[in-house]
């Protein structure tokens, strides 16, 4: 599966082979959403829930304080049933407002899979089916994370700034606390519901880096601490730089403090478990 993944499908078998990864899940997305007018796919969202009857997408309006809640509002509209959106009195972060999605979707009891993904779709929601098909594929595999790795086959936009950055501070991470992993910061990722609920109830302390803090957090659950390979990190096929992005050089800065907030709240290796 792993040399197979160099080389990308036409969209039409790729929509087809999707179709049946999906099938055999109840996959619920967290969709955080912060000014997202100018951005948000209507198009794209509607399409994909009318391809995948068993995806639900719950999405989060963080405070926003320009035209996201009305967009938001006519996507549920038009799905009811599977298009939801949770408004927020007022902007808490991204890392709050996923954490409040995921607990949001945990509660509903319906879904096996639950996950979150970025707004601007830079990766493009078919790819939620690729990551279905790991989780078929491997029992072990508990955690399907999304990587930006530039592969023949792949359309991945680079910004140097940001694709830099990237590489020296997931190397940061591998070294600080034993993570074999090429992109945190990929804005797509999927877990078994079953292994997110210890480790959402208590709010980050991190914001702009809140996606490593949640993967130390399921690293020290004792059932996954006794699976080797309970996480996969999946090339994804398309990541797309979308115009109007949030990330600046001050929240590239503040992510490193976010990251000495990490290492002074759980220490440099995974000695307490979670049950």
Not at 14 to 25: L, S
């Amino acid at each position: 599966m792993r040399s197979q993944a160099l080389y990308q499908l036409p969209a039409n078998n790729r929509e087809k082979r999707a179709r049946k990864a999906i099938m055999d899940y109840h996959v619920g997305l967290v969709v955080p959403c912060y000014n997202e007018e100018k951005r948000l796919n209507v198009k794209a969202y509607l399409s994909s829930l009318s391809k995948n009857v068993k995806l639900t997408i719950l999405f989060v309006n963080d405070g926003s304080s320009d035209n996201t809640l009305n967009i938001l509002q006519k996507i549920s509209k038009a799905e009811p049933e599977r298009a939801m959106y949770l408004s927020l009195d007022r902007n808490k972060g991204k890392a709050e407002a996923v954490r409040q999605g995921i607990c949001h979707l945990l509660k509903m009891d319906t879904f096996e899979i639950i996950g979150y993904w970025d707004a601007d779709l830079a990766v493009p929601l078919i790819e939620v089916n690729d990551f279905i098909r790991v989780f078929q594929t491997y029992p072990d595999v508990q955690a399907v994370i999304g990587s930006r790795v530039h592969l023949a086959g792949r359309a991945i936009e680079h910004v140097n700034l940001r694709h830099y950055f990237g590489r020296v501070f997931a190397t940061i991470i591998s070294l600080t606390f034993g993570f074999k992993i090429y992109d945190t910061q990929c804005g797509a990722k999927l877990f078994y519901s079953k292994i997110l609920e210890p480790v959402v109830k208590e709010i980050f302390c991190s914001n702009w880096i809140f996606d490593v803090e949640l993967l130390i957090r399921l690293s020290r659950i004792d059932f996954l601490r006794r699976k080797e390979n309970w996480l996969y990190e999946y090339p994804v096929h398309e990541w797309k730089n979308v115009s109007d992005t949030k990330r600046t050089f001050l929240a590239y800065i503040e992510s490193f403090f976010d990251y000495f907030k990490l290492v002074r709240k759980y220490g440099l290796s995974p000695k307490e478990l979670i049950k």
